[in-house]
């Protein structure tokens, strides 16, 4: 079973500061996802890495893939209120060879208050 | 273009009674799964449907059953409802594809309370 665990699970932070999240497994990934939710919707994709060691940015966010395609990072610069929210990791599983299925496995996400 | 939609958006029922979701996918996506997340927690994966068949399963006991219509459209049902069953159902649609790494597009959930 892969299993996701991110770190830390809530995180409250004044506008301006820097934060990082932590998506850490024992599996290797074929790719990690990070998604986005806020209250009463569903997750938004914000980014998929793919290559390990693969950096991305999205702004003023910046998303990390390890060598070992184990793990990831999300890195906020200046956070603002707009980026309160959960943020979950997820990687899918194959379901066959053919990948004719799969499945998402979520992290246990990190729940983010900016504040001003 | 409308993207994945789910009803009722809110529910409330009680212990031993049965519920039947709704999703409808996102246009052009044939694939659709189903997670359940229950509150402060991720999303866990319940079941996946392509072409009116499950395809793949999460452990979830047999009292969770689905059915894809041909219009691609998608119900999940959950009978002898217990307490634990409160959380957020959502709906992920996508297209096909043979490498499953196609973006997940989730619908905005139905929540299920049951008292």
């Known amino acids: 079973t892969q299993l996701l665990e991110q770190s830390p699970q809530f995180l409250s932070i004044q506008e301006g500061e820097n934060l990082t999240v932590y998506c850490n497994s024992s599996s290797v990934f074929s790719s990690l996802q990070w998604y986005r939710q806020e209250p009463g919707e569903g997750p938004v994709l914000l980014v998929t890495?793919?290559?390990?060691?693969e950096v991305k940015k999205l702004k003023r966010l910046t998303f990390q893939f390890g060598d070992a395609r184990k793990d990831s990072s999300l890195h906020i610069t200046a956070a603002q209120p707009g980026d309160t929210g959960l943020y979950l990791c997820a990687g899918p599983t194959l379901y066959q060879i053919t990948g004719t299925a799969s499945k998402l496995t979520f992290g246990t996400g990190t729940r983010l208050q900016v504040t001003l | 273009d409308a993207g994945v939609t789910q009803s009722p958006t809110h529910l409330i029922k009680t212990r031993g009674q049965q519920v039947t979701l709704r999703c409808s996918p996102k246009s052009g996506h044939d694939t659709v799964s189903w997670y359940q997340q229950a509150l402060g927690q991720g999303p866990q994966f319940i079941f996946q449907y392509y072409e009116e068949e499950e395809r793949q399963r999460g452990n979830f006991p047999d009292r969770f059953s689905g059915h894809q219509f041909p219009n691609y459209s998608s119900e999940l049902n959950v009978n002898a409802l217990l307490l634990g069953d409160s959380a957020l159902y959502l709906c992920a649609s996508r297209p096909f594809s043979g490498l499953g790494q196609e973006t997940q597009y989730f619908g905005p959930g139905t929540r299920l309370l049951v008292l």
């Open positions: 890495v793919v290559t390990g060691g």
